[in-house]
């Protein structure tokens, strides 16, 4: 059955129980218009559109913290609304922080800290026992959210990347026989990297809570493995990892898009004027386009992409009445000094690069330069638009990004130039343009090879790109990893402190057999 199908199905013919998904991120935030009113916007971003997908497909309970500034309004008592606001399919329960939790536990702890030890992106890791003190406060108060929204015992929870890296553990203690997995979304450091992180353990162990563990690249769950055994002394074997009685299995699912969707969207029949209105907007009035779209972040090597386009108009004068590079770059965690430094950087960049090509008579120059997100028509109306589109991470987990262009190219048009450092490279290396981005003159050749790629050869690398992204779309990775999740074997329970040893309740659909390895 087609996704599509899938979506429109009720509530009661849903496949499989409610799940419990935790992140961070909601999907939707509501905030004060200009007039008063309220007025909700979903979340933008790969991650928080491919699990909404998988909610609204499965139903049940998303947990995460409410941050629009209207968020508190449309709540019940119990801080839930259904959700998506135009057809509601799941509940939204909100978590709300303070403006001290939010400083230290988002903007200290996870992405001060955690995010650049993740990415090796040359930006210096801060720890602070402050955050680490809010980290621990805020992944309790989510853990306690779980208990009260769990639909029943036999809920699978589904917790997301390194902003919750505790959450399992608080969990478990309180509910001995959940099921409970979670998905690493960004790299797993090395363990002489991680080793920089003084509350290393107290990490690891979070984790190993968990039943299945999850990460993009076998690279990621290698070094987890490898910091398991070298920071806890833990036993290791076949892709487990075995502390005090308790076993959890880690394996590689790399994440998809929801390509039906996407698909849907580029034969929407107003896309062309969506198109056309774009390039109005931005002034784009050249035979070829480029593009690039990204979160405003350091890791995404916006600054050294704008190096390779500067060569490229160096070496190809003539290119600059041919070509428009348009720069999407949706503001990020602008609080912090590490990325208020890398937007002047970029912004003080594209204004030599417009000062140095705007030639003779060309207003403005070659660089347009929008900070702000896109809704899904439009950004799909961009990838359209483009003969290529750059991806030039300095280190990523998996970019999503470089999956949606794909995804859009129903015309097996456009070609896709990704950074080697990207995680998407694993699956797409053979087919895309592969650049450094490190490597200013490679990249520049890179970019010359795109231009000039005959149609023959254009179509047959996407045709392959789409081939890949379509096989494993956010469906069949959330399936991985949930249906690896209902086959393990059950585990046996600690005893709980002073109490009575509990009894695990069987779950549905469990056999006897070993986990499916779903490693790929
Ligand atoms: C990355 C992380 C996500 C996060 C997203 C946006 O993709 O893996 O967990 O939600 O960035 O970042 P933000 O800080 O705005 O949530």
Known sequence: MPKSDQLQRSPADRPSRPLVVVSNREPYLHSVAEDGTVAW????????????????????????????????????????????????????????????????????????????????????????????????????????????ELPDLTSPVFIQDYH????????????????????????????????????????LEGLLACDLLAFQLDRDRRNFLAAARTELGAKVSRGRVHVQNHVTTVCAVPIGVDFDRIQKVTRDPGLEAEKQRLRRELRIDTPLVGIGVDRLDYTKGIPE?????????????????????????????????????????????????????????????????????LRIRRLVALYRLADFCLVSSLHDGMNLVAKEFVAAREDFNGVLVLSELAGAAQELGDDAVMINPYDVEGFADGLEQALDMPRDERQRRMRALRRVVAGCDVFQWASNILEGLEQLAPQPLPPPPGGTRRTARPLTRQTATPPVPVDR
């Not at 049940?60 to 119990?78: L, S, T």
């Not at 839930?80 to 400083?103: F, K």
């Not at 099921?179 to 290393?200: G, K, N, S, T």
């Not at 009445?321 to 990325?339: C, G, H, M, N, W």
């Open 164 to 203: 919750l890296a505790l959450v399992a553990r608080y969990l478990r203690a309180a509910r001995p026989d959940l099921r409970i997995a979670q998905f690493w979304h960004i790299p797993f450091p090395h363990p002489d990297q991680l080793r920089i992180c003084p509350y290393r353990r107290q990490i």
């Open 305 to 373: 992409r704008l190096n390779a386009l500067d060569c490229l108009f160096t070496r190809r004068p003539e290119l600059r009445t041919q070509l428009t590079f348009v720069q999407i770059a949706v503001p990020s965690r602008s609080k912090l000094e590490s990325y208020k430094a890398v937007e002047a950087d970029i912004d003080q960049r594209v204004a030599a690069i417009n000062a140095r090509h705007a030639g003779d008579g060309l207003a403005g120059g070659p660089v347009r330069y929008r900070k702000s997100a």
């Open 41 to 148: 916007e979903p979340t933008t971003g790969g991650v928080a559109v491919a699990l909404d997908a998988l909610m609204r497909e499965r139903g049940g309970v998303w947990i995460a913290h409410g941050a629009g500034n209207a968020d508190r309004r449309v709540v019940d008592a119990e801080d839930r609304l259904l959700v998506p606001p135009d057809a509601p399919s799941y509940a939204l329960r909100r978590i709300w922080l303070t403006e001290a939790e939010e400083h230290h536990y988002y903007e200290g702890f996870a992405n001060e800290g955690l995010w650049p030890l993740c990415h090796v992106a040359h930006v210096k890791p801060v720890f602070r026992a402050a955050d680490w003190r809010a980290y621990q406060v805020v992944n309790k108060r989510f853990a306690r959210a779980v208990e009260a």
